[in-house]
């Protein structure tokens, strides 16, 4: 087995996604996952291909490699970019490129571009966002709830103080009952504002 055919072997069993272009968008080399994926052809009917012309199953992707041949001189284009795929009947794809540049004497300035599946790491990222914005805005219903009846007995703790007549046990009382809910209402107020935080409610005031 020749070399140039060992290295498509090996790409062909990677997980990843594989492809070499030309300055002008010609592809001189690409792995199997990655023409199924673009065109849902063998690799050896797209070599040769203009990238953009091979694309056949997402506006996605055709979008995602204009913007790559576009910048293939200017070197403009950022080294890791994070491809949504969306596909028919299919659960969506997020691809993460990662782009280089390298020289090649047969075929002078080419870019290479690797790319790994990190769909498992978005969606559990999204979850966990979720599940974390459901539990702020848990706390700040809950809040709410909680100051209905402590304002109230902050409220009746007042009115006790304020009575004539009343012993100094009971003013003593009352005083402790006031400054142990304004306390808690403060704490309360504190929890309340960061779980509004939490769940993008209002912004921190610096």
Wanted: overall charge negative; some cysteine.
């Amino acid at each position: 087995m020749s070399d140039s055919l060992l290295l498509d072997s090996i790409l062909d069993k990677s997980a990843s996604f594989f492809c070499v272009l030309e300055s002008n968008g010609k592809i001189v080399s690409i792995n199997t996952r990655l023409a199924r994926l673009i065109g849902n052809k063998s690799r050896e009917a797209l070599v040769g291909l203009m990238i953009t012309d091979g694309v056949e199953i997402t506006v996605e992707l055709k979008s995602f490699f204009n913007t790559v041949v576009s910048a293939i001189n200017d070197s403009s284009i950022s080294e890791r970019i994070i491809q949504p795929v969306h596909r028919a009947s299919e659960k969506p794809l997020w691809i993460q490129f990662d782009i280089s540049r390298i020289h090649s004497a047969n075929y002078g300035l080419c870019t290479f571009l690797s790319g790994s599946d990190i769909s498992d790491e978005i969606l559990a990222r999204r979850e966990a966002e979720q599940k974390a914005h459901e539990r702020s805005s848990f706390l700040v219903r809950m809040g709410h709830e909680l100051r209905t009846p402590l304002n109230t007995v902050l409220g009746y703790a007042q009115l006790l103080q304020g009575l004539e007549g009343l012993s100094p046990v009971a003013k003593e009382y009352a005083a402790t009952i006031l400054s142990n809910e304004n306390s808690l209402m403060h704490l309360l107020n504190d929890v309340l504002e960061f779980s509004k935080f939490e769940a993008g409610q209002t912004t921190p005031i610096m």
